[in-house]
Each structure stands twice: as C-alpha cells, then as structure tokens.
C-alpha cells in the first residue's frame, strides 16, 4: 500500500491517552508522522543496544499495551518539541531543514539515561526506582532535541564551561517547551516513590547538589568536567532572567543567544555577553538588558 496518514491513539509513560499522526504501512499502523518536517519516527531497541531498532507498529492503530507506552509517549512528546521549535522560532526541526526526528526507546536494561548520540534521540526504560521511561517527560524529550539543535547552532562543545552551557541549553528549551514554569528538570520521570522531587532545580540548583555561583564551580575530570553539574550556574541565571523579564522575551532573547552569538567554546562569560547582545538586539538596553546583566552578576559572571 501506499504510505498514508492515520491518527492513532495510545496510553503514555504516565497512563494519559494520546492521539498522534501515524502511517498505515504494509497493513499496520507504524509510528511514522509524515506531516512534521521530515517525518517524526519512533522506534524500540527492544532492551538491546543496537540502533535505530525497529519501527513501532500496532495493527489497529490504537498502541495501547504496556510494553508500547514508552514509544507513544516518545512520539507524541517529539511532535509537540517539533512544533514549540516550527511555532515559536520557524525552525524546521534541528537542523532547520527539516531532518527527521528519530527517537528509540526501551534502550538497554534498567537503563537510567537518556542522549542524543548525534543523529537521534535515545530513551532508556530506567530501573523504576531511579526513572521510568524517560521519554514520559516533556523536558526531558525538549532538553534532548535540544542538544541537536545546539549541535547545529552554536555547536558548544560537551566538555567544561561550554560544556556546561551545553547542558543549560538543553535544561532551559526543556523547560520553555514543557510550559508549566515549575523550574524542574525530569520531574515527571524522576524517583516515582519519591513525589514532588525532581533530577535538578533551576531555580535553586544547590537542592539537588549543584553550583548556583562561579564560585562553587566544580573542577573535576568526571562527566566531562562536571557538564552536568556546572549547569547549575547559567541555569540559575536563566531562572533569574526569566523571572525578570518574562518566560516570553526570555525565549526570543535565549534562542538569539543560541543561534546567533554562542560558538563551540564559549565559556560563561561569553554566555553573559552573548545574551546581552541578543537582549540589546531584540529590546535595547533598558529595563530586559539590565535584567541580563544582573542575573548574571548574581551568578558571579562578568
Ligand atoms: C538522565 C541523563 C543522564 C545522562 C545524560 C543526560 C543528558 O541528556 O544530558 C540525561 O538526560 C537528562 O539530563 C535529561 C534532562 C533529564
Ligand atoms: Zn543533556
């Protein structure tokens, strides 16, 4: 048969009902959304490692068994970060071209990560203690499209302050995407016996053990000196900016930043510089830019 657009239905990572656009293929129902960019693709590992894996189909359109709700909440999550990004900035998927967006889940065993190993997205199940499937999370599906979209912009390096930046980035579009200004990174998807935390705080990064000042910032060799730490620091002077000025000028000033000033080693104080910029661009140098420029002195970056 021809491919051909179908609207199916299915139950996510967190028991909702979801409707998202599937393609009936050869007789089944795959998740194949032909009508976003390039196509929005979803595919299971099934717990192995090899990639992409297989396509996720379902014969009647309707993916609702258990073993199915970690690709149904990955394919639904993926089409709405696909249209924040169409909608807010006109960019056609990451690389503004309109390349698909693949995502895998069921990656490995227990697996308690998510990443975007440079030409998809990739979900573990999580061990339902530490995670459960992460791809249940918007941020978190927000936060990983955005390490491509960084890759194709700004390209900060995954190492050190850039590094750290990088992380930022993917922390602050999480959040902007997700639209519920809580400030909280992977909460939806986080310890499930333990409510109401989250893997990390913008707001208040010191709460789940990050730097919010340049001068905690933690010099070390691990996790490509400390990128998932040190964000603690840009993250607390996004939150601040965003208070300030506001979720929506912040957005346009963070983006400008991203895809316009910020280059693969850019360390945080030309992060500062590269969103004052952006500030002054979108809104001159008044009430916005001073907001910039305090966040950022309250973080201890000139
Ligand atoms: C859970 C996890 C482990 C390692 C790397 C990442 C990574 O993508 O950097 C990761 O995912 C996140 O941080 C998402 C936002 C919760
Ligand atoms: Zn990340």
Avoid at 141 to 157: D, F, K, P, R, S
Avoid at 195 to 221: C, E, F, I, W
Wanted: aromatic letters at 10%.
């Amino acid at each position: 048969n021809a491919a051909s657009d179908a609207t199916g239905s299915g139950t996510g990572v967190l028991g909702k009902k979801l409707t998202f656009n599937t393609t009936l293929n050869n007789g089944a129902y795959v998740l194949v959304d032909q009508s976003r960019g390039g196509g929005v693709e979803t595919y299971s590992a099934n717990n192995g490692s090899s990639l992409p894996g297989d396509l996720v189909s379902d014969a009647d359109n309707s993916f609702t068994d258990k073993g199915q709700a970690a690709a149904v909440s990955a394919h639904y999550n993926i089409e709405k970060v696909y249209d924040y990004y169409k909608n807010n900035f006109n960019r056609n998927s990451y690389d503004n071209k309109g390349a698909t967006l693949k995502s895998t889940v069921h990656y490995g065993n227990d697996y308690n990560n998510a990443f975007w190993n440079g030409q998809q997205m990739v979900y573990g199940d999580g061990d339902g203690r530490t995670f459960i499937p992460l791809s249940g999370s918007l941020d978190v599906t927000g936060h990983e499209l955005t390490h491509a979209v960084t890759e194709y912009t700004a390209g900060l390096q995954y190492r050190s302050q850039p590094g750290a930046l990088n992380e930022s980035m993917s922390d602050v579009f999480g959040n902007f995407i997700e639209g519920n200004h809580d400030y909280l990174v992977g909460e939806d998807v986080y310890t499930p016996n333990t409510p109401g935390d989250a893997l990390r705080s913008m707001s208040d990064p010191t709460k789940y053990g990050q730097p919010d000042n340049m001068s905690d910032y933690v010099h070390t060799g691990q996790d490509n000196g400390g990128v998932h730490t040190n964000s603690g620091i840009p993250n607390k002077a996004a939150y601040l900016t965003i208070e300030s000025v506001g979720w929506d000028k912040a957005q346009k000033i963070y983006y400008r930043a991203l895809t316009t000033y910020l280059s693969p080693r850019s360390q945080f104080s030309d992060a500062r510089a590269a969103l004052l910029q952006a500030t002054s661009d979108l809104y001159g140098q008044g009430a916005e830019y001073n907001a910039v420029a305090s966040a950022w002195d309250q973080v201890g970056v000139k």
